[in-house]
């Protein structure tokens, strides 16, 4: 997937661009179809919902250019068992078939409870797996490595920056994996719907199951029982037991107003209130699901909001939600209580909110947020919710990070021709202390602190790329581990602890 030159804004005008919407029916598709059947459906599903190849519907597709599309089906995939067809198919079956790819399917896919049921495994007996970890490495400060080129992780044992356990992941996972309370099991979201449980401990999977065909992402209750996933395929929310992954209940998107379910943004847990937040995208509304429940099922409070939410966070102590919409042009301060708009800031770029920060700033919290359009990071005063300052930087960027032990605040640029740029801001002066270029045009991005803050880990985000590990405090290189294409990366303290500086 190349983002260089798109942002969120004109995401949706990738999926326009793709070939024609309707459905697969004309002849020419028809006989498109049986070349799908006879070539694609082994590894892909009959129906294109995924088999040990990912889902091939329109909804799978929406980041990926038909042109690239088109590229894999000649050419095959990389460390993949997709082979190119370049001898097999004509170039005109291949156009065809890639226009049949981007197209909805005849009949809407569907995917009921028993799919999820049966799509359920445990890969590990739970009895011969060790409640103390069978590695020496400091538990608290492993990171879960994702790299997208491949699609595998490792953990990596963060005092001596070495992997301890190397793995495939489900296609295309994304967003943050979110862990138990205790750190010891991870869990990972694809974009395909599957979703894993894998143990720190053992270091072996334990459990998987596909909880839709497309999935935003998934938190984990703070008392460790639930996995909530927000799906935008079939719409909709999915709770599972975070024992052995079952379902537990799905949770319909619709509404009165709104009789078709909506789509999921995103959810979140909020440790002090005990309850999962989700943004909708279709309707605007922000649930709250608790979830000190004794039993299932579990009921949503709906909280109506002014305009629909791209993209949120949280104050600290979770009383409020900071939103990004798109309708409003701007940043939104909502009270999660009343659902009483607090605060309307007119931002000028598009804040990517999901990775805004909080520090303390001469004794005072701030938030700062990059911006996917605009080459700008916002920083408020968290309190007034004021703007104090926008730093300008060499371009739109992703992510943000940082640690309470070190003074640096860090900041990618994500689009445009500086990507190879990481920025390091002086987080009292708010000025860029620095701009490092690792590695001289290759993506640097999205950036995770050791648990003691003393070093941090960085992706060049290439399939010849690397994690680069730096002092926190000098900013000398320490360590360089080739990777392909290492996306995001969680220190197991700092997320469990939902330390400053990281994100949800
Ligand atoms: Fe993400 C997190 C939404 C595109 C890499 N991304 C998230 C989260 C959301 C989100 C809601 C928080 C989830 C969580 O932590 O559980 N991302 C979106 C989009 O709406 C967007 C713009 C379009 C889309 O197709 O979904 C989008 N994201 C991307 C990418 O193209 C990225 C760069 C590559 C990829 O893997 O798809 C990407 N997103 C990430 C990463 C995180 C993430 C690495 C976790 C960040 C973290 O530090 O927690």
């Known amino acids: 997937m190349r983002l260089r030159r798109s942002c969120l804004a004109i995401l949706p005008l990738i999926l326009a661009s793709s070939p024609a919407s309707a459905a697969t029916t004309s002849p020419d598709l028809a006989t498109t179809g049986q070349v799908y059947q006879t070539h694609c ?13 990912p889902a091939l519907l329109p909804e799978s597709l929406s980041r990926l250019r038909a042109a690239e599309a088109r590229e894999v089906i000649l050419h ?24 049949y790819l981007y197209k909805p399917t005849a009949t809407p896919p569907r995917w009921t409870d028993a799919d999820i049921r049966a799509s359920q495994r445990q890969i590990t007996d739970p009895a011969t797996l060790s409640d103390t970890p069978r590695h020496h490495a400091n538990p608290n400060n492993l990171f879960v490595v994702v790299q997208a080129g491949d699609h595998t992780v490792d953990i990596l ?18 967003g943050g994996p979110k862990f ?3 750190g010891r099991y991870v869990y990972f979201a694809s974009r395909d719907g599957w979703i894993s449980k894998y143990d720190l401990h053992n270091l072996v999977m334990v459990s998987e199951i596909r909880a839709g065909l497309n999935t935003r992402n998934l ?11 927000g799906n935008t395929l079939p719409a909709g929310l999915v709770v599972l037991d975070a024992r052995d992954l079952s379902l537990v209940q799905r949770i319909d998107t619709a509404t009165e107003a709104h009789p078709d379910p909506s789509r999921v943004s995103a959810v979140y847990t909020a440790p002090p209130r005990d309850s999962f937040i989700v943004a909708l995208k279709d309707i605007p509304e922000v649930w709250e699901i608790a979830y000190d429940v004794a039993s299932p099922p579990f009921k949503p ?31 939104e301060v909502i009270d999660l209580d009343t659902g009483a708009l607090i605060k309307h800031i007119a931002l000028p770029g598009m804040p990517h909110l999901g990775s805004g920060i909080f520090w303390k700033r001469h004794g005072r919290l701030v938030f700062a947020t990059p911006n996917i359009s605009t080459g700008l990071v ?39 021709p500086n990507i190879e740029a990481v920025h390091v ?23 995770e602190f050791t648990h003691d803050g003393r070093y941090l880990l960085l992706s060049v985000w290439d399939p010849e790329g690397a994690l680069i590990v730096y002092d926190s405090k000098t900013l000398q290189e320490i360590k360089r581990i080739p990777m392909n294409k290492p996306s995001g990366k969680y220190n197991v303290g700092n997320k469990i602890e939902f330390a400053e500086g990281t994100s949800h």
């Open 425 to 447: 801001i002086d987080k009292q002066s708010l000025e860029i202390a620095r701009t490092l270029r690792p590695m001289p045009g290759k993506n640097a991005a999205h950036v």
């Open 41 to 53: 459906a082994s590894c892909h599903g009959t129906q294109r919902l995924g088999g040990t190849g």
């Open 157 to 174: 044992d963060g005092d001596r920056f070495e992997s301890l356990a190397h793995f495939p992941s489900h296609f295309a996972l994304h």
């Open 180 to 182: 138990s309370p205790d």
């Open 76 to 99: 095959g995939r990389p460390a993949s068992q997709m082979t190119g067809f370049a001898t097999i198919l004509s170039p005109q079956d291949i156009d065809r078939l890639v226009e």
């Open 219 to 229: 938190a984990v209750s703070n008392d460790g029982r639930w996995v909530l996933v």
């Open 301 to 331: 409070r709906r909280l109506a909001v002014d305009s629909l939410l791209d993209d949120f966070s949280f104050s600290p102590d979770y009383r409020q939600l900071i939103a990004s919409s798109r309708q409003a042009k701007g940043m």
């Open 378 to 416: 916002s920083v408020l005063d968290a309190q007034t919710w004021e703007p104090i300052q926008e730093i300008q930087t060499l371009g739109p960027g992703f992510f943000m990070r940082s640690h309470v032990n070190s003074p640096y605040a860090w900041t990618d640029v994500f689009f445009g």
